[in-house]
């Protein structure tokens, strides 16, 4: 069968598409950072509540309530692409932490119901897995459909910095791509 659309002098070689170009720029781009919720229905995601400690700072991210949410699998996005770091059951259910590659940055994923990517800590020596931006890495706990996002900054003098995610979640595009900006609290 012959390819209509193939350009004898792509780069990107003789007996591939322009489909097989549009999934390899994905892979080899680091992407655009986005939400880690998508719209669920017609249900954006919203920040329910803020966790701001000296150590810590993250915040919930779910949606309003449904009587039929404990039916449903939420998906976890990854936020950019990077390498996991971590991912293993803590108390409060699975949770993932990615070091997103060539940025300062890293991200950390909580109150997950189950996970996609491999566990990492009964390994010794863990291979990094791998995630681009926009894999599901997991599905968000249920009764209320909610994660926990915290967003960590690393800078030589003070290392690890966890930071307040508002406002650079504020200049991201959230999966579903519909164009809303979902920076609101539940009411």
């Avoid at 591939?16 to 919720?37: D, E, I, N, T, Y």
């Avoid at 449903?72 to 803590?90: I, K, N, Q």
């Amino acid at each position: 069968m012959h390819d209509l659309l193939l350009r004898p002098h792509d780069p990107t070689g003789p007996r591939k598409s322009r489909f097989w170009a549009l999934r390899h720029r994905s892979r080899v781009m680091p992407g655009r950072w986005q939400w880690p919720l998508g719209t669920l229905g017609d249900r954006d995601p919203i920040v329910l509540a803020e966790h701001i400690n000296s150590a810590r700072r993250g915040v919930d991210l779910g949606y309003e309530p449904r009587p039929y949410d404990w039916a449903l699998d939420a998906p976890v996005f990854a936020v950019h692409g990077g390498e996991v770091m971590f991912c293993g059951e803590t108390t409060n259910g699975f949770a993932i932490s990615i070091r997103h590659v060539g940025t300062e940055w890293a991200t950390f994923y909580a109150h997950l119901s189950a996970v996609s990517v491999d566990e990492t800590e009964t390994q010794r020596c863990p291979a990094r897995e791998g995630v681009r931006a926009g894999d599901v890495i997991g599905y968000a706990a249920k009764a209320p459909i909610h994660i926990r996002f915290e967003l960590v900054r690393w800078t030589p003098e003070t290392g690890f910095v966890a930071i307040d995610p508002k406002p650079e979640m504020a200049r991201w595009a959230d999966p579903s791509l519909h164009g809303s900006n979902p920076i609101r609290k539940a009411a």
